[in-house]
């Protein structure tokens, strides 16, 4: 008897992990390499909410757990590329993502499973901006320099 094929969900966190300072961190993918992002990931049938999906996302690609996590309650909408489409249901072309960010004190070391990330850097956000290959991931880093401007902090 074959297994039913579980379909990833369209739905995800992008997690801007950042300090006070608005340094950013930068993770590189190991199936990619050149593409430096913030943590991402899908949703699991099992998380209770977004704010869930973050924490486990969080866990998983950098072992930070010390820190503030805010919903930003932004969302972006996008076309899942054709390569990836597979991964989930017949007919789902795409993906809804949900923005977080993740404050903590300093920069800390992640530590990274190498399946899915080689390297990670700590950057400034303007030049975290110009290296990341996602451009939702980019707006999500603007965005993250406005928040402190109007709230005196990153929250």
Same mark, same amino acid.
């Given at each position: 008897?074959?297994?039913?094929?579980?379909?990833?969900?369209?739905?995800?966190?992008?997690?801007?992990?950042?300090?006070?300072? *608005?340094?950013?961190?930068?993770?590189?993918?190991?199936?990619?390499?050149?593409?430096?992002?913030?943590?991402?990931?899908?949703?699991?049938?099992?998380?209770?909410?977004?704010?869930?999906?973050?924490?486990?996302?969080?866990?998983?690609?950098?072992? *930070?757990?010390?820190?503030?996590?805010?919903?930003?309650? *932004?969302? &972006?909408?996008?076309?899942?590329?054709?390569?990836?489409?597979?991964?989930?249901?017949?007919?789902?072309?795409? &993906?809804?993502?949900?923005?977080?960010?993740?404050?903590?004190?300093?920069?800390?070391?992640?530590? *990274?499973? %190498?399946?899915?990330?080689?390297?990670?850097?700590?950057? %400034?956000?303007?030049?975290?901006?110009?290296?990341?290959?996602?451009?939702? &991931?980019?707006?999500?880093?603007?965005?993250?320099?406005?928040?402190?401007?109007?709230?005196?902090?990153?929250?």
């Amino acid at each position: 008897m074959l297994a039913a094929m579980t379909f990833k969900i369209p739905e995800s966190v992008l997690v801007v992990v950042h300090t006070p300072a *608005l340094e950013v961190l930068l993770i590189e993918r190991a199936a990619q390499p050149g593409f430096w992002q913030s943590v991402t990931g899908s949703r699991e049938p099992d998380d209770a909410d977004l704010a869930a999906t973050a924490w486990r996302e969080l866990r998983e690609e950098t072992g *930070l757990a010390t820190g503030t996590l805010t919903d930003w309650r *932004l969302t &972006n909408r996008y076309e899942i590329w054709p390569q990836w489409r597979a991964r989930y249901a017949p007919g789902v072309t795409h &993906n809804t993502e949900h923005v977080f960010g993740f404050e903590v004190e300093q920069v800390a070391v992640a530590t *990274l499973d %190498p399946a899915e990330h080689t390297a990670q850097l700590w950057l %400034p956000w303007q030049e975290a901006m110009v290296k990341v290959f996602s451009p939702t &991931n980019r707006d999500a880093l603007w965005q993250l320099s406005r928040r402190v401007g109007r709230r005196g902090s990153a929250a």
